[in-house]
């Protein structure tokens, strides 16, 4: 249920401050829309998550540009609106007051001043001049200090993104990072299109996190048409949620291996995360299990030899896992580099904001699949891993654990799915003009939290995606200061951020 | 140590030859239009890219701008299209088929049997990255072809350039093509590099690979199997007949 505020401008921050303090994990997304064709102003909507599963608040601030195009920012009351007001910026066009960062972060130096391309009269097929403006990261001076520029292209094969380091000596005591460089303005393209067109845009927002993304979508869609997802269709989104958990964990345990160099444990993660891609194949005909979820339930079903198949995998995969895990459980070479690498506080995740495994490994006990059940999630008791030390070795442990509690919860949902005998999927009736919706799902990454609002003719307005990315990146320039430049690749992989899905 | 030792040996080696081709039942590969059309159209509007195509009553299939979502099989009621097993996909272009077998001999003289590999990333959404990646895991060893992925554009002889070409990466798309010492090849690796449709367009998307810098190789997908990338690099390597 999603109790709605509206509020002038002006009252934003008021209205924000009261809901902030009522919720469980503060701000989970910030963004505005182009309302002016409805009713002539701008709108910035501020979501909060409620004190009881079900509950959800937006703030609705109506901004009139004709007056003037700002509001007042949330950031001195609410560190993790920070990122989402420059987005606002640049985007909208839109200043928030007393922001004193409001720094280029979407549209980089090419782009021209003044355009705002999210604005409803930025026609989506606009010719736009190449600018050269400054692109300003943050830096530091002083006797012996020097800058450590690093991509966007990378040595390996990973995600454009560039990093300034400012180091003294080998040790790091400041990290600024310029991202969206993989920008597509998905968001954009899906304005006007049809709720079927879109769904394939939402699955490729990222390739690791489809399932979450396509989930998500798919109940902003369901909670506007108030559409009831059989049951056998919500045991299946579960299992190919957590397959996607399983396969993305298990790669990345193996990838950490990889970013102190021991290569021992690459190599095992890497060929246990193929077996799984295999078995996502089998069950969904896509390596990365595209194309399984849609509107209304989902596409294919699970039946006798795939449900054997899966259980033969994850027999397999289990005690195999539990083995390369003991490797690096009893390695004092391993342990030494992860223990105490790259603190993220308790309370700089808090006010971050931060999701999922980064926010569980710095003692913020949050998870959507229990705290905010969707699909088949209210059926289970879903046990969450949490630790206290924010270090590398403490993300690693969370992942060893959830992975094997994923094991844990697919087999509980295999055994339901032959109980259960409905269809796989519902019609999605006709959708109402503007109307918003809100879904949300725990990817490996963290939560993933959609908005929608409906056009005329069974059309998307707006579609904004806060992904578990968009959360946690802030928290890496945090983690890293007071680490050596070495241990970065580390505490990147560690915290497992997505470029595609933070840029869209 | 003695543990890692025994892991190691009781996993024994688990390379596989990726032509043994175990594909799933439900895996989609290539769309064969072969059958009888009715000309009703279905597919043409569910097609998210508009990879189908009329021409002369039969419908063609561009693989390069497909996404395999296999919407069109589902609602095709005539049985024009069906879903076959192939992902063995891959089409040369440009140097590579135009200058005929002289030239081909003369760049894979220049660079032997071995290719150093350096990846691109110029707006992908990861899951052709992954895929990469995929590609030096024991399973497939990319390395036992002499094939290697190298850190800098200045070690390569080949790019493998993943996404649609945003504004946000053009600068780096052709300040790395710049950077690779000729003879250089470039593969367009997935329908976003290759036919730059997978999104449609918008104010940060600017086109496909193409457009930009000359493509030798384009590799369908979204994103291409790993053996769908073995298969095309060993197209490259001319180890197919």
Known sequence: MIKNYTVSAKNL???????????????????????RQIHGKFAIYCLFDGRNPEEMLSVKALVDDQEAPEYPSLTPIIP???????????????????????????????WPQGLYPMRKDFAVEAVVPEAHKDFPLAHAHGEGVFEVPVGPIHAGIIEPGHFRFSQAGETTFRLDAKLFFTHRGIEKIVEGQTIEQALFSAERICGACSVSHALSFCQTVESISKAIVPERANVIRVIVAELERLYNHIGDVGNLCAGLGFSVGTSHGARLKEHL???????????????????????????GGLIEEIYKTLKRTESDFREVVGLLEENDQFLDRVNTTGILPFQAAKELGVVGVAARASGVDYDLRRDKPYSGYAWITCN???????????????????????????RQMLERIVLTQTDLAVEIPPLEPYKAGIGWSESARGGNIHWLMTGKDNTIYRYFVRSASYANWPALPVAVPGNIIPDFPLINKSFELCYACLDR | MLKILRKIMMTGSVTQNYTENHLAPRARGEIAADGPCTECGACFRVCPTGALRLIEKEVSVDHCACIFCGRCVEVCQSGALRQTGNINLAELSGQLEQAGQSLKKRIMRTLGRSLAIRHLDVGSCNACEW???ALSN????????????????????????TGVVTRNLKQALLMTYEATPSPKLVMAVGACAASGRTYGTSYAIQGRVDEYIPVDIYVPGCPPRPQTLLYALSLVMDRIR
């Open chain 1, 13 to 35: 921050r008021a209205a924000a401050n009261a809901c902030y303090s009522k919720s469980k994990h503060g701000l989970l997304a910030m963004f505005a829309n182009d309302e």
């Open chain 1, 80 to 110: 993790a609106a920070a990122w989402f007001e420059r987005e606002i910026h640049d985007l909208f066009g839109l200043t928030a007051l007393e922001n004193k960062d409001l720094r280029p972060l979407v549209l980089h130096e090419n």
């Open chain 1, 277 to 303: 891609m295999r078995l996502n194949d089998a069950v969904t005909g896509n390596r990365f299990l595209r194309g399984m979820i849609i509107p209304g339930g989902v596409r294919y079903d699970l039946s």
């Open chain 1, 384 to 410: 969450v891993p949490f630790y206290r030390s924010g270090d590398v070795a403490a993300r690693l442990w969370v992942r060893v654990d959830e992975t094997l509690e994923s094991i844990r919860i697919v």
């Open chain 2, 131 to 133: 895929e990469l990646n």
């Open chain 2, 138 to 161: 024991p399973l497939y060893d990319l390395q036992q072809y002499g094939l290697d992925f190298v850190a800098s554009p200045r070690h390569a002889d080949l790019l493998m350039v």
